[in-house]
């Protein structure tokens, strides 16, 4: 090869360099400016939107696993109960109500969880702080969710009905739990006396009978209860607030479920008949008065003259010849009062509990009533 020739490949490798260099840099100018082109994620932003729904989620993933909510696809299905989930994870997390494990406690009350989720909502209760509040009566929720919940009510739309029977239900939820009752499924059972329950918190409720544990004590009268509710609407017949009227003749009631059994009057539906002579009611108990006249048993006498009477309303009527006023009955031991007052005292003598007690002395009473009394005895000079 002369000289000429090797100046002249010489060149040519010096050129191709020179290129292959353009080339690479041309490229990895072209592959930054893609990136540049493409729109900047921050961290945590929602870039994936629902079609249906709007709802928005940072990771494509989420996304699909949310879209299997609307297309009704419940793969995974509770061997023990039949529920079904789109995800194996959530049917993971129900699977822990049957096992009975709670790993979460609450601290304050001792109420345990399945989920950590569920007990930082219940320790919202113990806050006392409930920042939702409805604009129609004023209650107030710990969370958004219960308010929307609670503002159905008020809407009156009831948009779930059952398609068994008709009943319809401003929630999913309660249509769920609902239809479980024509299903004939009851997966909770009580160990001690086998009753079974379509709902694990109807067992839990039911099991407070056999412990005897009554922690709720009415202040008026001392009658305990083993749920708050059950207080509550006790404690109507000691305030006198009747909030459930019938609209055709102005009778008040303490309870919805007896206002729906008085309206079986005017509705002139009699369901219950009476296999010794035909007639027909529309109450069960009114059947069972009806069934006394039959037997010829008169239970309930005067106190006053010994006439006796087969039902209770009858011989109440007929004490007024004596008092000249309406009475009140203890529905225990018959003795008539003028006053309701005077019933609700003499109520504490049927009762072997003492839930008042004195504070100088610890001594322990029966009724109110009987404490201040005795309390006369410590203010004495």
Known sequence: MTSTQKNLHSNRWRCHLVFARSVDQHGARSQRSQ???????RKGEKTYSCDECGKSFTQAGHLKKHQL????????????CGKSFTQAGHLKKHQLIHSGVKPYSCELCGKSFTQVGHLKKHQLIHSGVKPYSCDLCGKSFTQAGHLKKHQLIHSGVKPYSCELCGKSFTQVGHLKKHQLIHSGVKPYSCELCGK?????????????????????????????FNRAGNLKTHQLFHSGFKPYNCELCGKSFNWAGNLKRHQLIHSVVKSYSCELCGKTLAQNTNLQRHLVTHSGIKAYSCDFCGKSFRDKHYR?????????NDVYCCDQCGKPFTTDAQLQQH???HTEERPYKCDLCEKTFKSPYHLKKHQQIHTRK
């Open 35 to 41: 990136e540049a082109d493409k729109p900047h994620r």
């Open 69 to 80: 909510i609307h297309s009704g696809v419940k793969p995974y299905s509770c061997d023990l």
């Open 196 to 224: 079974s329950f379509t709902e694990a918190g109807g067992l839990k409720t039911h099991q407070l009978i056999h412990s005897g544990f009554k922690p709720y004590s009415c202040e008026l009268c001392g009658k305990s």
């Open 316 to 324: 109440n009527i007929h004490l007024r010849i004596h008092t000249g």
């Open 347 to 349: 109520m504490f003598s």
